[in-house]
């Protein structure tokens, strides 16, 4: 796993190379446009990623535990089975997004946006889901024992709904 500094991730981005596997841990990537690139497997814990684009990002086995995702878009990204552990993902939009088996617990989920997205088999366990958004979201199998459910916007057919 090659460690990459902020300005080597900007590089990539603009020769449209992808970040597979990168080492991005602790870095200052606020506002980033990363829109379509591959991040699988990447590195990225504790790295501060507020407001930042993922906007049909390939996610797929990522770490993002620590990480602030504050106000970023993750709208149509696959976060398939990545670890959000402790993430501060207020105010993020994963609408349309899947995150079958993702670990996004102890994260703080408050006003998020999951709107179609798919959190089948997902760990939620103990977040924080003040006014979070799931309407039309696949919850089934998702584990959310302990969250704070408070002021939720959760689709009466969400966690019922058939595979399809």
């Given at each position: 796993m090659d460690k990459y500094t902020s300005e080597e991730v900007l590089s990539e981005i603009s020769l449209g190379g992808d970040l597979q596997d990168a080492d991005l841990a602790g870095l200052d990537l606020r506002g980033v446009d990363f829109k379509g690139i591959d991040l699988s497997g990447a590195k990225l814990t504790?790295?501060?990623?507020?407001?930042?684009n993922f906007c049909k990002c390939k996610l797929v086995k990522t770490d993002l535990s620590w990480a602030n995702l504050s106000l970023a878009n993750l709208s149509h990204a696959n976060l398939s089975e990545a670890n959000l552990y402790d993430a501060n993902?207020?105010?993020?939009?994963?609408?349309?997004?899947?995150l079958e088996s993702a670990n996004i617990s102890e994260s703080n989920l408050s006003?998020?946006?999951?709107?179609?997205?798919?959190?089948?088999?997902?760990?939620?366990?103990?977040?924080f889901l003040m006014e979070t958004n799931f309407k039309g979201a696949d919850l089934s199998g998702a584990n959310i024992e302990e969250a704070n459910l408070t002021k939720q916007d959760i689709d009466s057919r969400a966690a019922t709904r058939p595979d399809g």
């Open positions: 504790s790295a501060r990623l507020n407001g930042s993902l207020q105010k993020t939009n994963f609408s349309n997004g899947n006003e998020a946006n999951f709107t179609g997205a798919n959190l089948k088999n997902a760990d939620m366990l103990n977040t």
